[in-house]
């Protein structure tokens, strides 16, 4: 009976210790494995746009080859392989950019990738295009706030910036507004809609029939 007791524990402490090897692998081996794959966080350009990335402390005597896994830009080469630009497609959408250096040695490194959300430039436009004196002229955009816009008015240029309303209000002179250009969080771009020019009409004065 003794004999039987020692033989169990001995089983069990032999049990209990692979165990505890196997949690510990799992508290070192995890960690090692995802700081293996490296990523950062995603980059926003705009749909069009020429973007220029590089490697961050990269060795000398390296060489990088890059790629883009769902084909959403084209990548051009600079003097160095260690940074590239891209051209971003002209559609919104989601990439992703890698890169894989080789070194002086020959060995190859971990595949570093990063997320790209291509967005689409913002757009602006009046709420209406004709107005009565006194009615407020208001502006609807798309994309993300703060907007920064340039107008004219009755053929002045009026620059407006850090806009967090949407829509915006303009104002209630009248004249003739004419959209030029927006700004939202990542993108500009020029007002391309048709609704890009709105009137304030001139205050109407009390009428006076008289006899001539």
Request: hydrophobic content about 35%; some cysteine; glycine content about 8%.
């Amino acid at each position: 009976m003794t004999n039987f007791l020692i033989l169990k524990c001995k089983f069990n402490s032999k049990i209990m210790k692979n165990i505890y090897l196997i949690f510990i692998s799992i508290f070192i081996v995890i960690p090692l494995s995802i700081k293996a794959q490296s990523t950062s966080d995603p980059d926003i350009v705009c749909v069009g746009s020429n973007t220029y990335y590089k490697i961050k402390n990269s060795n000398e005597g390296s060489t990088f080859a890059w790629g883009i896994y769902e084909a959403g830009g084209s990548i051009e080469a600079t003097s160095k392989s260690d940074s590239i630009r891209v051209t971003w497609n002209d559609t919104p959408g989601i990439d992703v950019l890698w890169v894989v250096e080789t070194n002086n040695a020959g060995c190859k490194g971990d595949t570093a990738k990063i997320t790209i959300i291509r967005v689409a430039k913002p757009t602006a436009e009046f709420d209406n295009a004709k107005l009565c004196h006194g009615e407020t002229l208001k502006i609807n955009f798309t994309g993300e706030p703060p907007y920064s816009i340039k107008y004219t008015l009755n053929g002045t240029a009026v620059t407006q910036n850090g806009i967090t309303d949407n829509p915006y209000t303009v104002g209630s002179e009248s004249g003739t507004y004419k959209l030029l250009t927006i700004t939202d969080k990542h993108c500009a771009s020029n007002v391309l809609t048709e609704q890009s020019t709105a009137i304030i009409g001139q205050e109407l004065h009390p009428l006076q029939i008289i006899h001539d």
